[in-house]
């Protein structure tokens, strides 16, 4: 169903209420589930996650397992909560757009982490969708790279992953349109929009994802602009992280 | 398209599998790669002999329960002829691809399921030896099928062999049957009525399609006769020109 | 069922010491394609595609069926890919593979998602009565970029394809057959290809990123990363997807974008002339040559 977004002309406000450029709120937990070797809470808008992480640990000795001798093999589980969506619905475990997901954070992370430190292990990042609306792939990445930090293994930088969208659709008023940074569930059905992750704080963009169809020109700017949002998450993660970080030196929590 | 029962085969085209070929009979192509001997599955596993393991992939759509029956055929007539006692504790994948048949044409595009699983059972026996044979698969022999028609005309019975489409659906019986070189029966599938008469009438002529005659010499390969279209003749001179084509450096 | 080999230690050495030097392990320049060959099937809708030894066959197939009962104007559009053990022992049947997942959403995103098929089209009766097509991938041999052929293979035979001729009265449809009536073509509103970029960082220098194009089995069982942009000539991208990897500058993959759209339209020129050639062979005296001359000779 088309939804009606003719009146971001008139006030440059979105439907929630944000501008083309703001983030909906974020916030982060560090450290939420005391018997996970790392976990995370993270939620973007409506869009809550819970991740845990497990390991390094050893790969488990079936045959023809994945194990590899020289690195450590990432792995990624991700279930949706039935209750997640407006509508309640089940989802099988051959959904291949979650398998896809899967894979993606798998090998977002296999390239970041040190994995060469942990020959013949396993890392596995079990992520729990609780509430949907937009933006699941970023908040995702963003609650693992959260959760690996709280497991304490060693990575090159952060990702930090964001969405950016564009107002027009892929042919009309093609020189009025505007980037739009962070959709929301509503604003991803309409928009052209992809999820862009980077790692660090250079523009270096490890994952990029997008589904809609949209003009080459468009692309330059909507990237920027979710490049952009990267580093606005990574400043949030960052304080999250050093938050944590001082309690732990302070004893306070250990 | 015109000569539609015209047999045409191209061995070892496809570079990864250990064996490969595709062969085109009566309107129906079938491609067909074979690996083996490989490592097995624990649960597939056989202590004394390999386990042979046909898959069937039909031209559009999933393959049903027509393709698991092609595949048990297939799988126990292969049984018979690979020598399974040298590769104990293996696998031998057979994979067959259809990529053309002749119900597609009549029906425009839709997805017609053949009235039968016959049709297309030889040209799946044979592509599966040729594979086999690519492969250099050790065989105790080799073998040839044939698909016969048999129309009832009051007391008379007259038999086609390989038959048109038209020819197949009209048929009171069909029948598929293969022979190995010596002329043993390998394998004998039929459907519809038909009497014991008409089925030695049929025994007879799938042997003088299937086997060269007597006269011939299936040993020395050079005299056998270029006029006389039988299937053997056909495998030996596509392996032949095969050779000679590999060989071809060598003086 | 064994794993897939990897490439030995000498295999990885050697193709690295050629990259450093600016060669690839087959002569091509970093941007080449390799050769294309597309060929076409006896029936409408069939197409063999190679490049190189990767080969793959697409089959497409119309019935009609009753659309689903949210989306009562549109009609079914499906791509099936199924890796079987044809093209490497290493995949099983019905056990789909990592490669065939990401294959079939690929193909998914880039045809189906972007509107290339007019689904809408395909409606006879709303809500009733609709086409499905369906197009079967078959990959018959593995040597590296299966989404770019696969792709090429599944809009071609697309292309190639005519469904048969339908009318309808009321609540009936009647569909002809090949001989009653000349079929149609299906109503395709663009045409995207898609482009897979390889990329290699750490084996080369420090700071260096090599890109390649069409990377055959190896250099894919090598490389530390990769994006698959799906694109038509008009400029308009209709996916992307660089699933982790290695991270790549923001600035370099618009390059890639721009580069992508240069492929694809040469791409786009290729299998329209080996289209145009196809009709016109199939013109000369075919079945449609036949009936327009009865119809003269009746009038």
């Given at each position: 169903m088309p939804l009606d977004t003719s009146t971001y002309s008139l006030a440059l406000l979105r439907l929630d209420g944000r501008r083309w450029n703001e983030l909906r709120r974020l916030t982060a937990q560090i450290s939420t589930q005391a018997s996970a070797d790392g976990s995370s809470f993270l939620s973007m808008g409506n869009t809550k996650v819970i991740c845990t992480v497990t390991g390094p640990s050893e790969v488990k000795a079936a045959p023809g397992a994945s194990g590899r001798g020289d690195e450590a093999v990432v792995s990624v589980e991700i279930s949706v909560a039935g209750f997640s969506g407006v509508e309640r619905k089940r989802r099988g475990k051959g959904d291949k757009r979650i398998y896809e997901m899967q894979t993606t954070i798998a090998t977002a992370f296999q390239a970041t982490l040190f994995t060469h430190l942990y020959p013949r292990s396993t890392i596995t990042i079990s992520l729990h969708i609780l509430s949907l609306d937009g933006s699941l792939l970023a908040t995702c990445l963003n609650a693992s790279t959260l959760a690996l930090i709280d497991a304490g293994v060693p990575m090159r930088d952060y990702i930090c992953a964001t969405t950016a969208g564009s107002t027009s659709s892929y042919s009309s008023n093609d020189e009025k349109a505007d980037p739009l940074l962070d959709l929301n569930g509503s604003e991803e059905l309409e928009l052209p929009f992809l999820t862009v992750a980077t790692c660090g704080t250079e523009d270096e963009v490890s994952v990029l994802v997008m589904e809609t169809r949209v003009q080459v020109g468009r692309l330059e700017g909507m990237l920027a602009v979710g490049v952009d949002g990267c580093k606005q998450v990574r400043d949030i993660l960052d304080v999250v992280v050093r938050a944590r970080g001082k309690r732990i030196l302070e004893g306070s929590q250990l | 398209m015109t000569n539609a029962t015209a047999s045409s085969a191209i061995l070892?085209?496809?570079?990864?599998?250990?064996g490969s070929a595709t062969f085109s009979q009566n309107g129906y192509t079938v491609i067909g790669a074979v690996n083996g001997p490989i490592e097995v599955q624990r649960r597939d596993e056989l202590p004394v002999e390999a386990a042979i393991d046909v898959i069937v992939r039909p031209a559009a759509g999933v393959g049903g329960t027509r393709e698991r029956h092609l595949e048990s055929i297939l799988q126990s007539t292969l049984r018979q002829i690979i020598l399974i006692h040298n590769f104990p504790r293996t696998l031998i994948q057979v994979t067959l691809q259809i990529t053309n048949t002749p119900e597609d044409k009549v029906a425009g595009s839709k997805i017609v399921q053949a009235s039968s699983h016959l049709a297309i059972l030889p040209t799946l026996l044979q592509t599966a030896l040729l594979a086999l044979l690519s492969a250099s698969m050790p065989l105790s022999v080799i073998f040839t099928s044939v698909l016969i028609a048999a129309h009832k005309d009051g007391a008379i019975t007259s038999l086609t062999p390989n038959p048109s489409l038209v020819g197949f659906e009209s048929a009171d019986s069909v029948h598929v049957l293969a022979f190995t070189l010596?002329?043993?029966?390998?394998l004998a599938e039929s459907q519809g009525t038909f009497t014991l008469d008409d089925w030695d009438n049929i025994l007879e002529m799938a042997g003088s399609v299937c086997v060269p005659k007597d006269g011939a010499d299936i040993e020395g390969g050079v005299r056998i006769e270029e006029t006389k279209e039988d299937m053997t003749t056909f495998v030996k001179c596509t392996l032949e020109a095969k050779v000679a084509q590999d060989l071809h450096w060598y003086t | 069922m064994p794993r897939e080999v990897e490439p030995s230690l000498n295999e990885k050495q050697f193709f690295v010491k050629a990259l450093e030097e600016n060669l690839r392990i087959d002569g091509r320049a970093f941007d080449q394609y390799r050769e294309l060959d597309l060929e076409f099937g006896d029936e409408l809708g069939v197409t063999d595609v190679r490049l190189g030894k990767t080969r793959i066959h697409t089959h497409i197939t119309a019935e009609v069926t009753t659309p689903f009962p949210d989306r009562p104007f549109d009609g079914l559009f499906t791509i099936t890919s199924e890796l079987s053990p044809m093209t490497s022992p290493f995949f099983e049947p019905n056990r789909p593979s990592t490669t065939e997942i990401l294959l079939s959403r690929l193909l998914e995103k880039t045809l189906r998602r972007s509107g290339a098929l007019d689904t809408e089209s395909l409606c006879l009766i709303a809500g009733q009565k609709c086409w499905s097509i369906r197009a079967d991938v078959h990959v018959l041999s593995h040597d590296g970029n299966l989404v770019d052929a696969a792709c090429i293979g599944v809009l071609a035979a697309l292309q190639h394809f005519r469904k048969p001729d339908t009318s309808t009265e009321g609540e009936s449809v009647t569909v002809y057959t090949l001989a009653e009536r000349e079929p149609v073509p299906l109503s395709l509103l663009h045409f995207p290809y898609c482009v897979t970029f390889s990329y290699y960082s750490s084996t080369v220098e420090e700071g260096e990123t090599v890109t390649l194009l069409d990377a055959t089995l190896l250099e894919e069982q090598l490389r530390e990363g990769s994006a698959t942009i799906g694109i038509n000539r008009h400029g308009e991208v209709c996916q992307i997807a660089k699933l982790g990897g290695v991270p790549l500058d923001a600035v370099a993959f618009l390059g890639c974008v721009q580069i992508a759209l240069v492929k694809v339209k040469e791409i786009s020129v290729f299998v329209s002339k080996r289209l145009e050639e196809e009709a016109k062979k199939r013109d000369k005296g075919g079945l449609m040559a036949e009936l327009s001359a009865e119809n003269d000779r009746v009038s």
């Amino acid at each position: 169903m088309p939804l009606d977004t003719s009146t971001y002309s008139l006030a440059l406000l979105r439907l929630d209420g944000r501008r083309w450029n703001e983030l909906r709120r974020l916030t982060a937990q560090i450290s939420t589930q005391a018997s996970a070797d790392g976990s995370s809470f993270l939620s973007m808008g409506n869009t809550k996650v819970i991740c845990t992480v497990t390991g390094p640990s050893e790969v488990k000795a079936a045959p023809g397992a994945s194990g590899r001798g020289d690195e450590a093999v990432v792995s990624v589980e991700i279930s949706v909560a039935g209750f997640s969506g407006v509508e309640r619905k089940r989802r099988g475990k051959g959904d291949k757009r979650i398998y896809e997901m899967q894979t993606t954070i798998a090998t977002a992370f296999q390239a970041t982490l040190f994995t060469h430190l942990y020959p013949r292990s396993t890392i596995t990042i079990s992520l729990h969708i609780l509430s949907l609306d937009g933006s699941l792939l970023a908040t995702c990445l963003n609650a693992s790279t959260l959760a690996l930090i709280d497991a304490g293994v060693p990575m090159r930088d952060y990702i930090c992953a964001t969405t950016a969208g564009s107002t027009s659709s892929y042919s009309s008023n093609d020189e009025k349109a505007d980037p739009l940074l962070d959709l929301n569930g509503s604003e991803e059905l309409e928009l052209p929009f992809l999820t862009v992750a980077t790692c660090g704080t250079e523009d270096e963009v490890s994952v990029l994802v997008m589904e809609t169809r949209v003009q080459v020109g468009r692309l330059e700017g909507m990237l920027a602009v979710g490049v952009d949002g990267c580093k606005q998450v990574r400043d949030i993660l960052d304080v999250v992280v050093r938050a944590r970080g001082k309690r732990i030196l302070e004893g306070s929590q250990l | 398209m015109t000569n539609a029962t015209a047999s045409s085969a191209i061995l070892s085209h496809l570079h990864r599998a250990d064996g490969s070929a595709t062969f085109s009979q009566n309107g129906y192509t079938v491609i067909g790669a074979v690996n083996g001997p490989i490592e097995v599955q624990r649960r597939d596993e056989l202590p004394v002999e390999a386990a042979i393991d046909v898959i069937v992939r039909p031209a559009a759509g999933v393959g049903g329960t027509r393709e698991r029956h092609l595949e048990s055929i297939l799988q126990s007539t292969l049984r018979q002829i690979i020598l399974i006692h040298n590769f104990p504790r293996t696998l031998i994948q057979v994979t067959l691809q259809i990529t053309n048949t002749p119900e597609d044409k009549v029906a425009g595009s839709k997805i017609v399921q053949a009235s039968s699983h016959l049709a297309i059972l030889p040209t799946l026996l044979q592509t599966a030896l040729l594979a086999l044979l690519s492969a250099s698969m050790p065989l105790s022999v080799i073998f040839t099928s044939v698909l016969i028609a048999a129309h009832k005309d009051g007391a008379i019975t007259s038999l086609t062999p390989n038959p048109s489409l038209v020819g197949f659906e009209s048929a009171d019986s069909v029948h598929v049957l293969a022979f190995t070189l010596e002329g043993k029966l390998l394998l004998a599938e039929s459907q519809g009525t038909f009497t014991l008469d008409d089925w030695d009438n049929i025994l007879e002529m799938a042997g003088s399609v299937c086997v060269p005659k007597d006269g011939a010499d299936i040993e020395g390969g050079v005299r056998i006769e270029e006029t006389k279209e039988d299937m053997t003749t056909f495998v030996k001179c596509t392996l032949e020109a095969k050779v000679a084509q590999d060989l071809h450096w060598y003086t | 069922m064994p794993r897939e080999v990897e490439p030995s230690l000498n295999e990885k050495q050697f193709f690295v010491k050629a990259l450093e030097e600016n060669l690839r392990i087959d002569g091509r320049a970093f941007d080449q394609y390799r050769e294309l060959d597309l060929e076409f099937g006896d029936e409408l809708g069939v197409t063999d595609v190679r490049l190189g030894k990767t080969r793959i066959h697409t089959h497409i197939t119309a019935e009609v069926t009753t659309p689903f009962p949210d989306r009562p104007f549109d009609g079914l559009f499906t791509i099936t890919s199924e890796l079987s053990p044809m093209t490497s022992p290493f995949f099983e049947p019905n056990r789909p593979s990592t490669t065939e997942i990401l294959l079939s959403r690929l193909l998914e995103k880039t045809l189906r998602r972007s509107g290339a098929l007019d689904t809408e089209s395909l409606c006879l009766i709303a809500g009733q009565k609709c086409w499905s097509i369906r197009a079967d991938v078959h990959v018959l041999s593995h040597d590296g970029n299966l989404v770019d052929a696969a792709c090429i293979g599944v809009l071609a035979a697309l292309q190639h394809f005519r469904k048969p001729d339908t009318s309808t009265e009321g609540e009936s449809v009647t569909v002809y057959t090949l001989a009653e009536r000349e079929p149609v073509p299906l109503s395709l509103l663009h045409f995207p290809y898609c482009v897979t970029f390889s990329y290699y960082s750490s084996t080369v220098e420090e700071g260096e990123t090599v890109t390649l194009l069409d990377a055959t089995l190896l250099e894919e069982q090598l490389r530390e990363g990769s994006a698959t942009i799906g694109i038509n000539r008009h400029g308009e991208v209709c996916q992307i997807a660089k699933l982790g990897g290695v991270p790549l500058d923001a600035v370099a993959f618009l390059g890639c974008v721009q580069i992508a759209l240069v492929k694809v339209k040469e791409i786009s020129v290729f299998v329209s002339k080996r289209l145009e050639e196809e009709a016109k062979k199939r013109d000369k005296g075919g079945l449609m040559a036949e009936l327009s001359a009865e119809n003269d000779r009746v009038s």
